[in-house]
């Protein structure tokens, strides 16, 4: 049951508990509202990082396609093995920007944002 003062000193006491109250209150939220800027700050953050490795990683994998298709007979067996293994890197890299991703707000597509 609630507690119900039934006396001035009593309402007094009550009054002072609940600003007491309201004060921890604020402080909780003003750690979380600056916790929650840190945090969104951080998303932002890793999220142009992955956009601008997704976009290095494209325009490495076309230079690799580029070179095995115009020097295939020149180059040498250490030389195609690189490509190999960067290649399979690409593609590692790429499915852990997915993993990661999963744990970054999605943003908005046209319609979710009328």
Known sequence: MLFSPTNISECVREWDDLEKG????????RLYKQKL?????????CSAAIARQRKKLKEL????????ENQESRLSPKE????AEIEESIKDKTNAFF???A????KNGYNSSI
Do not use: G, R, W
Request: hydrophobic content about 30%; proline content about 3%; glycine content about 0%.
């Open 99 to 101: 993993e990661m991703e």
């Open 22 to 29: 309201y004060q921890q209150m604020q402080d909780t939220h």
């Open 37 to 45: 800027e840190e945090v969104t700050k951080l998303q932002n953050s």
């Open 103 to 106: 744990f970054l707000p999605k």
């Open 61 to 68: 994998a076309l230079s690799l396609k580029a070179c095995k």
């Open 80 to 83: 195609k093995d690189s490509i």
